[in-house]
Nanobody, 116 residues
Framework: VQLQASGGGLVQARGSLRLSCAASGSIFSFYHMGWYRQAPGKERELVAAITTGSTTDYTDSVKGRFTISRDNAKNTVYLQMNSLKPEDTAVYYC???????????WGKGTLVTVSS
């Protein structure tokens, strides 16, 4: 199983970025998907999640600014990030968790840097 995240970069505050995570080697539609982030000196936190049925959930700090979505035909999960703030600066990781076994996999992160 491989998860390949992309789309990170440097953006000014109030800007937007769209992260993508392409999965291979697994039956994508059998997995809940999540985006996590880890800022320097902080623990990794769940940012947004989407179930196999496309129910979504967000951490409070990104509600109304970030949108998670999935395209099962493309085996890809997205994170649209709008109105970015410097405190959103972190390495962002995607995760997939099997709906029955709870086996989960991590991709390599993509760095998002928001300048003030």
């Amino acid at each position: 199983v491989q998860l390949q995240a992309s789309g990170g970069g440097l953006v000014q505050a109030r800007g937007s970025l769209r992260l993508s995570c392409a999965a291979s080697g697994s039956i994508f539609s059998f997995y809940h998907m999540g985006w996590y982030r880890q800022a320097p000196g902080k623990e990794r936190e769940l940012v947004a999640a989407i179930t196999t049925g496309s129910t979504t959930d967000y951490t409070d700090s990104v509600k109304g600014r970030f949108t998670i979505s999935r395209d099962n035909a493309k085996n890809t999960v997205y994170l649209q990030m709008n109105s970015l703030k410097p405190e959103d600066t972190a390495v962002y990781y995607c995760n997939e968790t099997h709906i029955r076994t709870w086996t989960n996999y991590w991709g390599k992160g993509t760095l998002v840097t928001v300048s003030s």
